[in-house]
T-cell receptor, first 114, second 116 residues
């Protein structure tokens, strides 16, 4: 069974600064995907970024980038130039390539302060 | 393109009453998921449908929960009777059934259930 651990229940950052959210996972799978989802107060879960485990290059999406360390089973999210609209719960998630099942962490509540 | 639609957004009921949630997935998405999200937790899968077939319902408490997707499009999740511990957000998601395995799940806004 897979587990996903987010060790930071809450974080805060000043607007325009950079923040990093941590995620570790445990799996015996070799092929899988990792995701960061954002859930604003409206509750619509939105995919922020994905990483394929077979790719060594870290994924980037505009202000969002990841640091994927496969051997350490670590998958952190860096948000640059934080904006007020980034305030949300952020969930790290894992999915084996062989099936559809997403396993989520407990989430990190990020607050961006003006 | 319309996203995943869920209704109602909020529901308050008394314990032992029945309740139903409705979901309409993104057009063309054959795979539909129902998740339970307790306060302060990540979503947990309850059931997954491929078209009208429930292919994974191992986490669905079948004594009180039921789901259907009769025509392989929209779906209903029912609880009867509801218990206090069922208070949570119920999320619906859908994904396109493709041969590739980069199968992103798109989530609806959820239904927040409060059982009194």
């Amino acid at each position: 069974a897979q587990t996903v651990t987010q060790s930071q229940p809450e974080m805060s950052v000043q607007e325009a600064e950079t923040v990093t959210l941590s995620c570790t996972y445990d799996t015996s799978e070799n092929n899988y995907y990792l995701f960061w989802y954002k859930q604003p107060p409206s509750r619509q879960m939105i995919l922020v970024i994905r990483q394929e485990a077979y790719k060594q290059q870290n994924a980037t999406e505009n202000r969002f980038s990841v640091n994927f360390q496969k051997a350490a089973k670590s998958f952190s999210l860096k948000i640059s130039d934080s904006q007020l609209g980034d305030t949300a719960m952020y969930f790290c998630a894992f999915r084996p390539s062989s099936n559809y099942k997403l396993t989520f962490g407990k989430g990190t509540l990020l607050t961006v302060n003006p | 393109e319309a996203g995943v639609v869920q209704s109602p957004r909020y529901k308050i009921i008394e314990k032992k009453q029945p309740v139903a949630f409705w979901c309409n997935p993104i057009s063309g998405h054959n795979t539909l998921y129902w998740y339970l999200q307790n306060l302060g937790q990540g979503p947990e899968l309850l059931i997954r449908y491929e078209n009208e077939e429930a292919v994974d319902d191992s986490q669905l408490p079948k004594d009180r929960f039921s789901a259907e997707r009769l025509k392989g499009v929209d779906s209903t999740l029912k609880i009867q009777p509801a218990e206090l511990g069922d208070s949570a957000v119920y999320l619906c998601a859908s994904s396109a059934r493709t041969t590739g395995d980069r199968n992103e799940q798109f989530f609806g806004p959820g239904t927040r259930l409060t059982v009194l």
